[in-house]
């Protein structure tokens, strides 16, 4: 039994590289179809680890977008904000800067030229 447990394992193991990857496919990251870009590219400027469901359900609420947005981890650092409407992301923006307990939160728009984890 513990044999086939350990056989399991190193089937189902992720690599080194597939583990350090980012979490959401690049197809995901900005998902426009009208020409702008509806992906903000975030960061918690902290010196403490912040759990990234409590960062995300702060977050989201209060963002509060009418027409919906969904937040997504890229990296331990990183996480991205997909809007459904681009005035969401607009006031979003316009709202800056943003502030989680007194740690300031970096948001920068996505364009279809950047590399998401080089930003924020």
């Excluded at 959401?24 to 020409?35: A, H, Q, R, V």
């Excluded at 300031?104 to 984890?117: C, E, G, I, S, Y």
């Amino acid at each position: 039994m513990e044999g086939d447990i350990l056989k399991l394992d190193s089937v189902l193991s992720l690599s080194e590289e597939e583990a350090s990857g980012p979490v959401i496919p690049l197809s995901e990251w900005n998902k426009g179809s009208d020409g702008y870009g509806l992906t903000l590219i975030g960061c918690l400027l902290s010196h403490r680890s912040v759990h990234f469901d409590v960062l995300k359900g702060m977050l989201v609420q209060l963002i509060q977008a009418a027409q919906g947005v969904t937040m997504r981890k890229i990296s331990e650092d990183q996480f991205c904000l997909v809007f459904n409407h681009i005035e969401d992301l607009r006031r979003v923006l316009d709202m800056r800067p943003w502030i989680f307990y007194r740690n300031l939160v970096v948001l920068q728009p996505l364009t279809m030229h950047d590399d998401p984890l080089s930003m924020a």
